[in-house]
């Protein structure tokens, strides 16, 4: 096992466990990342509601699994907010850069979480489970950011 290959499981693993953070009713989709520099992390993100707003734990329900809305589509209908959106978020909030950093996820990013990592200066994506958005890739491609399926 090469040093990056130990660094990128030990990442992966964290991105997993800050999965479990997650205030997202459906259990299947707590979703985790974390954004390393130089082997340091920077920020991390999981699934879940606003600050301020009531969660589809706390209400009960998913929205999404009531409207019958399909993975991968209609991401404006659900309450939270993507795990690489709030790890993002995180680092504009603190006032970190993420300019060349990677981002280790439990997912593949879908199409609006890519773009928001190709404009945050992410140049290297590791996700551990794929995900139904070929847009998505598309959009890694062009911009150029290095995309890793992450396999043991």
Request: hydrophobic share 35%; with cysteine.
């Amino acid at each position: 096992m090469s040093e990056w290959t130990k660094w990128d499981k030990r990442f992966i693993d964290l991105a997993w466990t800050i999965g479990t953070w997650s205030s997202c009713y459906q259990e299947n989709r707590h979703i985790g990342a974390v954004i390393v520099k130089n082997k340091r992390i920077l920020t991390t993100g999981y699934n879940g509601a606003p600050a301020g707003i009531k969660s589809c734990t706390e209400k009960g329900e998913c929205m999404r699994r009531k409207l019958n809305i399909p993975s991968g589509t209609r991401h404006e209908l659900c309450y939270a907010i993507h795990a690489e959106q709030n790890a993002i978020i995180q680092a504009a909030k603190l006032g970190i850069s993420i300019d060349g950093a990677t981002m280790y996820c439990t997912h593949q990013p879908c199409v609006i979480c890519a773009k928001m990592i190709v404009n945050s200066g992410i140049s290297r994506v590791v996700y551990a489970e794929g995900y139904p958005d070929e847009f998505s890739l598309a959009i890694f491609e062009e911009a150029g950011v290095e995309l890793v399926k992450y396999q043991e």
